[in-house]
Structure formats: structure tokens, C-alpha cells
């Protein structure tokens, strides 16, 4: 199942409206070769279109009134969170928007509601930690549509790197059935506010849902495990991670006594998970010396499958002990040679 992002056009008569494609099942190649997409058209009389002089509190009553939002560029300084509630809601921005939660708050929360559209939105880390940058849903929920999945499609993350922010997770998913398309989150490794105690961050992304599919996951160098999947029937195409490239020692980067965290944990209690394509590698510039024990761990039973992992060494800068829970040899070495792993189990 797959759904094209919202869009800003101009239709004949010379008006902005905004387009909402369809869901797509069992579909292969693009939407657009054989005719028009299917989907919705919205006229900009239904959008709040926000500036980055408006408040968090003036966003929050447009979409309280039922009213969609577009974000143009600039950025968002919150004072509060933004509470996405209605179902089917479009919230799309165009050139990048940056939402900034200030003094520890959640930059935004969706309720676990029906065929919720976010789309190209940047989420930057404040100075005083947040717990979460994006809540979807509400744990144990489990109010999903089948046929009307909410989906986040290139939104982005960022903790540090423009200026210092923290955030111990960047994106929880409760929600069953949402689709992920092209997410970035990432923990600052230069830029400005970047150190080991400065632009802190634990995990970049959790999925506690069921049935949710995620196309495109970029995740890079939090502090512990980068990506933790909870929920069951989870499906990833394509994960790239790099793992943190500052721990200052060992000692300072252990997992109850195992070295280092894994880029893509799934639970040990989750009876059925399958991802195509996971790549993870590794940078210890700050301690050369420092191992991960794997880059991936799943628990092994016959419904949780992998295909086409990969783990590398850059440069020899660190190793990464195995592939997959204890299976692939240590990605090492000068040559940047990766260490791949066709199938698991």
C-alpha cells in the first residue's frame, strides 16, 4: 500500500489548490503514466496557510475549526504544541518549513484518528529537551483505518547542527497502519551545539503500531538504539544509519553490558516483521577502538525476516562486531568493504 504526498497547483482558471492522491495497493511504477492520479483535489480556501510570524496558539484554533494547514518557508518558533485532531487533516509545507519547539515541549501530536497527511515539514530540536518531536497517535489506541492510513512523508529531523538542540526520540508512531515515506531524522555529527553532552539524543524513531510500512528510513548516530520496532506486521524498504560517530570511550557507550546499541532493534516479543534492504555503518573518529557488538537485532523466530543487510567500517574507523544478532563477520578494515547478510534467518 503506498499514497504519493499532498501538492501544491495551479489549476486552468489560474488558483492554488492543493492535490491529494489516493491510496495505491499492489501498484507498481508511477501513478501519473496512464492518465490523470486518482485523488482529491482541495481548493487553498480550505488551508490555513501559515506564516512563521503566526503563533503556535493561532495554528492550533484554525485547525481546532476544522481547517487544513500549509506552512510556508521560514521558521516555527512553538511555545506550544500543535495538535493535529481531525480526521483527514492535511498538513504539507512547502520549502521546508521548520517547526522549533521551545522550553521542552512536543513540536506536534496527531490523535490516533484516520487519513492524516503530513508532508514536507522539517522538525528542529530546542536548546531545553523534548521528550518526543512527533507523536502519532496515542499508545493501544488501535483506531486505524485500513483503507485510510495516516502517512508522514518527507519530514525530516534534526537534533543540533543549525543550533544546539535535544530530544531524547524524534518520531513515536502509536498509530496502527501509517505509512512512512521518506524520513530523515538525525543527530547533528557538525554543524553548530554538536558534542557528546551537547545535542543529546537517545533514538530517532519507535514504531509501537501495528501494520505499519515504512518506505525510505534514514536514522543517524543517536546516542543508543536508533530505530526500536514494537509493533507487529511492521514492513521497512530501504533503512540507511550511521551510528554515532562521538562516543568518547567504550565505557561511555554500553548496553547493559554489551558494547555499543544496534541501528534497528525489533523486539523480542514481535512475532511477524520483514525489511528489505538495511544498511548500517560506522565512524568512531573520536575513539577509534570503540565496537558495536551488531548492527541489527531481531529476535529469531520464523515470522521475522530481513533481506539484504549490510554493515561497513568506514575506513577502519571502528569496527561493528556482526551483520545480524551474532551472525556476519566484523565490518573492519581500511579497504571499506561491506559485510553483507542475503537473508536472515
Known sequence: MTREKPFLYVDASGRYRVFVPAVRRDAAGTSWANGPVAGSSMSLDEFFVARPTDSAQSINNALARGVNVLFTPG????????????????VLGIGLPTLVPNNGIVAMEVADVTGVKLAGLMIDAGPVNSPVLLEVGKRNAHKSDPNDPTSLQDVFFRIGGGT????TTSLVVNSDRVLLDNIWAWRADHGNGVGWTDNTADTGVIINGDDVTAYGLFVEHYQKTQLIWNGENGKTIFFQNELPYDPPNQAAWMNNGV????AYKVADHVQTHEAWGLGSYCFFNVDPSIHAARGFETPVTAGVKSHSLLTVSLGGVGTIDHVINDTGAAAQGVETIPVNIVSYP
Open 164 to 167: 544546539l538542540g535535544k530530544a
Open 259 to 262: 558494547n555499543g546499541y544496534p
Open 75 to 90: 521558521i516555527y518558533q512553538l511555545d506550544r504544541t500543535i495538535k493535529v485532531k481531525r480526521p483527514g487533516t492535511v
